[in-house]
DNA sequence: GAAGACATGTAATTTGTTACATGATTTT
DNA sequence: AAAATCATGTAACAAATTACATGTCTTC
């Protein structure tokens, strides 16, 4: 007889999550996922193939429900006929916030970058070069949208015209690429001193 | 017709690359886990249900093989007669330096902190301080660890003992922590002037 | 002889992506 | 009228963990 302890589905928490950031604006899959893209696109992500399956859950549990799209805003758009425009209720409202209250946990993430260099002792020193130079390019070219993206968002703050949260997870995308980089750039030139 | 592109499997490198770091060490499965908990731990793990079953995956591309563990070194270890030891073959060798060879994938990874950072407008700032003051500290300690990791390797790296690639690895650990403590302070200081 | 480390392995489940099918609406 | 975007959804596959079962060997 076995015993599984099922661990609990995060990506209902982000949907709720993301519905509740304005709720006079009832959603759909579509509008969901690009809200994502352009906000928690580099910590969390959700595919089609999770998002939808999960909506259609959260509507039998009764935490989300299907209403009619908001026409005040967005005038010419969300005249699409398919679309299914949804609103968190208070059942999701009142699970959001017990799920934020719990200890985050930790997940690790995996590096085929570190992974490959790790194994550098096999192939010339060139390839790890080469690799970890592609990296510093990726890097800084992420950089750049990051911060501008900051500065823009540091401004509405001032503002008080959004709260500080957004900005924070900002920064810490600016942080970790910044430190990625400097790792890039110790470790290209560590490797070439190795060489000689 | 679906046609599907199978995206390879990483694991399998995973473990030719440790099986490839001493030829001249046969390891079984468990010294396997053993060595990526000591060095790849931060950035690659295997569980058991992914390890075992791509051993034998292996054995079957003739990519490894099984051997008598190297009775020389690790006298009264390696006496379990359950103990099945593997050597990598020169096909596995070269299968290695061709992925080795090949730009690294990009592997995006989830942040359930950040993600409830994000929606911190949803409850008390007290909270989102209670999370970031948590993952400090668990940073913290992490960093201690990688630091002394750090100037061990650094040494035996200037001896020549041991190849300068692990400790990149290290320092990436080092710089991505560091990047998060802070993070972490930052972040906390800007909420408790905001709360104001 | 108990505890803890060593050692292999599997079943069930979870989690997530990729590649498609399908069609509406908007822009050029 | 073509192209791009908006929009929903699923089948197949891929990746990974969790919780076991099973047993050996070493140390206290």
New interface residues.
């Given amino acids: 007889m076995t015993k599984i302890i099922k661990k609990e589905n995060?990506t209902q928490?982000?949907i709720l999550?993301i519905l509740?950031?304005d709720t006079s604006k009832p959603m759909s899959g579509y509008d969901i996922r690009k809200t994502m893209a352009n906000?928690?696109q580099?910590?969390?992500?959700e595919s089609n193939g999770q998002l939808y399956p999960t909506l259609s859950k959260l509507v039998l549990n009764k935490e989300i429900k299907i209403t009619q799209p908001n026409k005040d805003s967005n005038k010419n758009l969300a005249n699409n006929k398919n679309k299914i425009t949804y609103a968190i209720t208070n059942t999701g409202?009142k699970k959001?916030?017990q799920?934020?209250?719990k200890?985050?946990?930790?997940?690790?993430?995996?590096?085929?970058?570190?992974?490959?260099?790790?194994?550098?002792?096999?192939?010339d020193p060139a390839?790890?070069i080469k690799?970890i130079q592609?990296?510093l390019k990726?890097c800084q070219d992420q950089l750049i949208i990051f911060e501008s993206i900051a500065s823009e968002t540091a401004k509405l703050v001032a503002k008080k015209k959004q709260?500080?949260?957004?900005?924070?997870?900002v920064?810490?995308g600016i942080?970790?690429i910044?430190?990625?980089i400097?790792?890039c750039e110790?470790?290209l030139s560590?490797?070439k001193a190795?060489k000689k």
């Fill in positions: 995060k928490y982000a999550g509740s950031l906000s928690t580099y910590f969390w992500q409202k959001l916030t799920w934020l209250l200890e985050a946990d930790y997940y690790t993430h995996r590096s085929e970058l570190l992974l490959k260099v790790f194994f550098g002792q096999h192939v390839v790890s690799h592609s990296r990726s709260p500080l949260y957004f900005l924070l997870t920064n810490a942080k970790l910044q430190a990625e400097n790792w110790e470790s560590l490797i190795n």
